[in-house]
């Protein structure tokens, strides 16, 4: 069984950053891949970005690219999403998953594991 704890959510004005980190237990940490996920009010949940086991490959959604940079340190078993230039629209609930098969996914449904999230509001 995997836990994961997403922080770093905030209020912060548009053009500004915040970085996100996902700590999760467990030994197995580095051979997960993870990634995240959002969802704004009354839409669904959003595939944001993903990275693979030893985080060799990457994957972000055309809404983030350029702008959000996903990374990962095995040794302290903690994902982390950068956001830079944000924009009221990326206001969401911020959730890390994570895959036990390593493989890099765009899908919500193949994560086995989820965080509880963190709201991220971004004010115009």
């Known amino acids: 069984q995997v836990q994961l704890v997403e922080s770093g959510g905030g209020l912060v004005q548009a053009g500004g950053s915040l970085r996100l980190s996902c700590a999760a237990s467990?030994?197995?940490?580095?051979?997960?891949?993870m990634a995240w996920f959002r969802q704004a009010p009354g839409k669904d949940a959003e595939f944001v970005a993903a990275?693979?086991?030893?985080?060799?490959?990457?994957h972000y959604a055309d809404s983030v690219k350029g702008r959000f940079t996903i990374s990962r340190d095995n040794a302290k078993n903690t994902v982390y999403l950068q956001m830079n230039s944000l924009k009221p629209e990326d206001t969401a609930v911020y959730y890390c998953?994570?895959?036990?098969?390593?493989?890099?996914?765009?899908?919500?449904?193949?994560?086995?594991?989820w965080g509880q999230g963190t709201q991220v509001t971004v004010s115009s």
């Open positions: 990275i693979s086991w030893s985080g060799g490959s990457t």
């Open positions: 998953a994570a895959d036990r098969s390593g493989q890099l996914s765009l899908h919500a449904n193949t994560y086995d594991y």
């Open positions: 467990g030994r197995t940490f580095s051979s997960y891949a």
